[in-house]
Every structure is written in C-alpha cells, then in structure tokens.
C-alpha cells in the first residue's frame, strides 16, 4: 500500500479560490466531515450528487492507504426555514402538518436517507453524528463564544455580533463577500428586533411554547441555531485542526461562514485546512425546483415514474453519469445524457468482461504502467473523474485491440490492466455491474414482443383460446398485455 500514498493530490481549496497540494495534518491519516441532510423530506438528487462526489473523494483516499475519518452528520433538530431566524423550524412543521412525532419524521427521512444512498452504492461514512445527540456540546461552544464577547443574549436567545467579529476578523471570508455589501442587502424582516443587526446569526433561540423539538439550556428551553452543529460535531471528532471539510455550493453562505466564525470566536481559528464544495445539479438547463415542476426526486428517476425522463435509468448509470463531470462544475441532468452515459457503461463492462480470456503474448504494445499512472494523474489532480473516465475508455480501446489482435500484451501486463480497471471502475467510481440493466430488459422485451406477435396471428386465425391463454399466462407471472389503437403494449408488475 505504501506506494499509493506516493500519489501527489492538488485539492481546490475554496477558501484560497486554487488549487493546493494535499499534505494531510497528521501523516497517514485523513479527517473529513461533510454538512449531511436536514431529514424532514426525501433526499433531493442535488445531494445525491454532492453526497456522491465526496464518496469518492472518499473512496480514493482509502484506496491510496489513508486512514480516513469521514464525519457526516444528520441534521434532525430542524432549522429555520429561512435565515430570518424566525418562525416554525422545518421538522416541526412537518409534524404538525402530519400530526406526528418530530422524531417521527427523522426517523422515517433519515431511513429514506440511508436506503437512496444504498441504492447508489455509497459507503458509509465512519462516524454519523445528529445534532439531537450533540446538545451539550453545543451548548458549551456557546457559553465560550458568550465568554470571548462574540454573542449576546435577548429574551433567552442567543446571537453572534457578526459586526463585533469584523473588527478583527474577516467575516466573508470564504464566500467572499464583504460585509458592508451584507448590511446594504440585507432587509429588515419582521420579529427580528432581538437582533442588535441583521446580520447577526442565532447560536440559541428560546422555543416557543407550541415548539415541541426543545431543550434546557443556561438561557431558555430552546433548541441551537442551524449553523452550530456542524461546528460542534465536527470539532468533537476531527479535532481543533482536521483537513478536509465539504458541502453543497449552497452552503458556503452562510453556514460554513458562520461555521468559520463560530470557531474563530470561540477557539480562535478556522479548524479546517481545505474547504471542498460541489456544484449544483441542474434539469434540463434550469434549476431543479418543486414549484416550477421542473424537479424530479431519485426514486422517480430509478424507476423511470416520471415525465420528465423517456425510461429508467439504474443507479450505476446515474452514478455514471454525475461522474463524468467534475464535482466542481455545474452538471445538467438529461435524458440524453443519461441514455449516452448508459450506452458508455455498457461499453466498458462489455470491455470488463473480456478481459478474462484475453491472450498474453512474449511483449506488449501498450504500455500499461504509464496508462495506470494517467488513471491516477487524473484523481490526482483535484479528483478529476471525467478525464478518468476518459482515460479508462483508452483501456478499453487496449482491450478491444488485444481482442482483434491488433496489439498484443504480456501476462504481467493483462494482470496490471486488469487490476486497475477493477481498483478505478469498481472500488474508486463505485460503478457496479448488476447486469440487471439494459441486457436483461432488452431480453425480457424481445420474449415478450414474440408472445405478443404469437397472439395477434393467433387472434387473425380466430384461435381466440391461445390468444386468450397467452395473456392470461402472461398476466399470471406480473406481465399484463394492453390492447390499444397503437397495438399491444405490456406493462411488467
Ligand atoms: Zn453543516
């Protein structure tokens, strides 16, 4: 293993806006958290791609021997709808409008959750903090910003002085944005009058008495600002100091502003080392949203139950697909892109499945070691996968040579080809061939196609018991035959 560690990796750092090299803290070892799902609803397929991006930043560092800590927590104390820090939390609001239990809804989203990222074949992460099971720490981290003269107290909630923390910090930071930009945009919102200013962020709100989701604390029964968990949580697990701290694009403002200030106001530093963010995912040119319509969700997209999509897609094509665009670009969900994601798939694990009967020869004419180092160049340098998904199909072009007998390979090679397109395409992209996709339906349709064409010659030759005992067969083992103007179509239950 000791020789992958030898892969130099440059990591974007969103904090400096380029490209750094990778040295990790502490040698060998890797701390990374990532901002996880607020559980009140199902995952949107946006985080299914930022979810997805750090599984296989993830992936390839355990794959170059780092023992990695990967932190992602479960949002389930609810946070505001919106940064007015006013109003009913999301999770209890849900459970009113269901009239169940807040822990109701967490369990049944964050099961959700876990089941979606299954689907995709994501790893889990080491460590899977709520922010319910980390009250007092918050707590604590509070009652250090209130002592370091950081935050105030009004009515029982508690606020960060974002204009006290500019004095002599850099509240922008990482978004870059400049405060004085902040007060000429920010409107004063009704119920915001505890506030010294708008900007100011709450740490602790005191709970209402109809909100149920509450906890004591030094200040009030109340319940922690959004923005304080991931401080709390991933500071309790990576240390003061740890290296790689990822999110949505989204998040960058203002949650992980505030996560940076909410450290430097109580510790005195930014505990994180290089900032990651993944870029949004589009639908078909435009944002993904639920109120225009132009949304769909995972399940909708795997089960091809929409309108939006001309068929199913499986989770590996999907996987495929978010994969041939840098995390760091915006992608465009479409179905032309998924139906040439899923053609390229099939290439490479039709190209996969040659490679067990390949012929070696005394000498070869590719050169598989400098093939394998472009594999990693290309993670290397910023986790790169669509130039290493490029580069694979060169690896499939190999083999479709040594197939034909235009280029031949030796023993020692084929092993070194063969290793690495299993360590790329299976451990590293997670990609899986369940060989349930396009194949097996193409032949299921084929089959039932012929039964169809059977029964009309059978229905023209007045032969209406076999027509009749065709679809009945059919019907008894789930696949229901539909007479139409267009002709029979069947339908597979
Ligand atoms: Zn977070």
Same mark, same amino acid.
């Given at each position: ?7 130099? %990796?440059?990591?974007?750092?969103? =904090?400096?806006?380029?490209? +750094?090299?990778?040295?990790?803290? !502490? ?10 799902? !607020?559980?009140?609803? #199902? ?15 993830? *992936? ?21 709808? #919106? ?48 922010? !319910? ?72 709100? *005191? ?13 009030? &029964? ?47 530093? &930014? ?9 949004? =995912? ?9 109120? !225009? ?13 929409? &309108?939006?999509?001309?068929?199913? /897609? ?31 798939? #099939? ?19 590719? @050169? ?7 594999? /990693? ?6 986790? @790169? ?31 070194? =080809?063969?290793?690495? %397109? ?10 899986? @061939? ?17 039964? %169809? ?32 103007? +267009? ?7």
């Amino acid at each position: 293993m000791q020789i992958f560690k030898n892969q130099n %990796i440059e990591i974007y750092n969103s =904090l400096s806006g380029k490209k +750094e090299t990778f040295k990790p803290i !502490t040698e060998g070892y890797v701390g990374m958290y990532v901002c996880g799902p !607020t559980v009140y609803s #199902n995952v949107h397929l946006g985080n299914v791609r930022t979810f997805m991006s750090f599984d296989v930043i993830y *992936r390839y560092l355990l794959h170059l021997g780092y023992k990695v800590r990967y932190v992602r927590n479960i949002t389930d104390a609810g946070h505001l709808e #919106n940064d007015a820090d006013v109003g009913e939390d999301k999770i209890t609001k849900k459970a009113r409008l269901e009239a169940i239990e807040p822990m109701e809804i967490v369990q049944r989203y964050t099961v959700d959750f876990h089941n979606v990222l299954n689907t995709f074949n994501f790893l889990p992460p080491s460590i899977e903090p709520t922010a !319910t099971g980390h009250i007092i720490e918050q707590i604590e981290l509070i009652e250090s910003i209130i002592e370091n003269g950081f935050a105030y107290v009004v009515n029982g909630s508690v606020y960060f002085d974002v204009h006290k923390y500019n004095e002599a910090n850099d509240y922008g930071i990482l978004s870059k944005r400049k405060l004085e930009d902040l007060i000429h945009n920010t409107r004063e919102l009704d119920g915001q009058s505890d506030k010294k200013n708008p900007q100011d962020f709450a740490l602790w709100k *005191r709970a209402e008495p109809t909100h149920i989701m509450r906890w004591p604390s030094p200040w009030s &029964d109340g319940f922690p600002g959004w923005h304080l968990e991931c401080t709390a949580m991933s500071t309790k697990y990576l240390g003061d100091y740890f290296d790689i701290h990822g999110g949505g694009m989204d998040l960058k403002f203002p949650h992980h502003e505030c996560e940076i200030a909410q450290n430097k106001a109580a510790r005195g530093q &930014d505990p994180v080392k290089y900032w990651m963010h993944a870029n949004m =995912l589009e639908l078909n040119g435009a944002r993904m949203s639920k109120s !225009t319509g132009n949304y769909i969700n995972p399940a909708e997209l795997l089960s091809g139950e929409n &309108d939006i999509m001309s068929k199913a /897609y499986s989770p590996s094509v999907v996987r495929f697909f978010m994969m041939q665009a840098s995390y760091r670009s915006v992608l465009d969900l479409t179905d032309n892109g998924l139906l040439a994601s899923e053609k390229g798939l #099939n290439r490479l694990f039709d190209a996969i499945s040659l490679l067990k009967d390949l012929p070696s020869s005394a000498s070869s004419s590719i @050169n598989v070691s400098e093939w394998k180092q472009k594999c /990693y160049d290309a993670m290397n340098d910023d986790f @790169n996968t669509p130039i290493l998904i490029a580069t694979l199909f060169e690896g499939v072009k190999f083999i479709n040579q040594i197939k034909d007998g235009s280029a031949t390979i030796t023993a020692s090679d084929l092993e070194e =080809l063969k290793n690495t %397109i299993h360590v790329f395409v299976f451990d590293i992209l997670g990609l899986e @061939n369940t060989g349930k996709s396009e194949t097996s339906t193409d032949k299921l349709s084929g089959a039932v196609e012929l039964l %169809i064409k059977l029964r009309q010659e059978a229905r023209a030759n007045k032969d209406f018991a076999m027509s009749d005992k065709i679809r009945d067969e059919l019907a008894a083992v789930g696949i229901h035959l539909k007479d139409g103007k +267009e002709g029979t179509s069947f339908s597979v239950n």
